[in-house]
C-alpha cells in the first residue's frame, strides 16, 4: 500500500522483529509515549496513537520503524496530549508533525 518512494525515511517492521515489536506495544496502551525502549534500536522513542475510529499508529521516533493497523481505539485510551493531524496517512509523518506543534516531541 506505501509508496516506497515517498515514505519520508519510516520502515515497515522487519517481519524477523515483529514479536518485540508488539510486546513493547502491549505497555502503557492507554498513552502516547511507550516507556520502554525499541526493541530494534534500544532507545525509548516508542509511540502510537489511535485515531478514535479504527486506525492505529506505532512507531518508534529513533529508527523510524512504524506500524499502521486497524485497532478500535481501547476504552482506556487517556492520550498526553490531544492532536487532529492533517492529511493522515499510513505513515505516522502526520501525526509526529502533530505532536510536535503542541511541543509534546
Ligand atoms: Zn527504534
Redesign the pocket.
Known sequence: MDNKSENDGWKGVPLVDTKAWQASFAHDQSKIRIDVP?P????S??FRWHDGGRGLWQW?G????YEHSTALTPYSWDPEVSIKPLGLTALPTAIVEALREVRFL
Open positions: 525499541c530494534l534500536c534500544g532507545r522513542e516508542l518508534c529513533a529508527c523510524m520503524v
